[in-house]
């Protein structure tokens, strides 16, 4: 008889604003954080130090990256930083990346109209599905690493909200309607009890 995993938190960690002069999708470039962010990353790595994280992952991104390093330093201890690919920004975000919102529209016009009207659609450079299969992936596989230890997973915006969206059986189509929840540095909780992921945002 398999024993099931006791409760536990998982924390999604959006990074930090970035530096973004020319105000561009930058999608996998390695843009690093800004004075705000940093900050962003340090209120977040507070917030978490009363959690009891076991371990902390994070998308490749340098982003993520230099937010993740900036928790781990807020925490203290020996705990550790594992990168997974898994965690990476949206396909459609490499997809449209080092354009502005503007050249984005007239250069995929179509891509761009089922994006902000219905996301679950979107097939240009990764559907939504395919975000949430890889994510909820990485989460799955960590939690029967570290049963019942809370874990933080540093990523990026449409991936955790539609990890978020697929847990709370809503549509990819209210992407948009959740995005406020996300913003730079947010963190949100989801709570692991038995074998079942809870949602704690919506």
Not at 94 to 102: A, K
Not at 110 to 136: D, F, T, W
Not at 158 to 169: G, R
């Amino acid at each position: 008889m398999k024993v099931k995993n006791k409760f536990a938190r998982i924390f999604l960690v959006r990074h930090g604003e970035v530096t973004n002069r020319k105000n561009i999708i930058y999608g996998y470039l390695p843009v690093p954080l800004s004075p705000k962010g940093k900050i962003q990353a340090l209120k977040a790595g507070i917030f978490l130090k009363k959690k009891n994280i076991a371990a902390i992952f994070t998308s490749p991104q340098k982003r993520s990256q230099e937010t993740a390093k900036i928790i781990k330093k807020a925490i203290g201890g020996k705990i550790k930083i594992i990168t997974d690919k898994n965690l990476r920004e949206s396909g459609f975000g490499f997809f449209t990346q080092g354009l502005t919102r503007l050249e984005a529209v007239k250069k995929y016009p179509k891509q761009c109209l089922i994006y902000n009207r219905e996301p679950a659609k979107l097939k240009a450079g990764e559907s939504l599905a395919e975000q949430v299969g890889r994510m909820l992936s990485v989460i799955n596989n960590e939690i029967k690493k570290y049963p019942g230890r809370n874990l933080v997973f540093v990523s990026h915006r449409d991936p955790i909200l539609a990890a978020l969206l697929k847990i709370s059986k809503r549509s990819f189509n209210d992407l948009h309607e959740v995005k406020y929840l996300c913003e730079t540095g947010s963190v949100l909780e989801i709570d692991l009890i038995g074998r079942r992921l809870v949602n704690k945002n919506f």
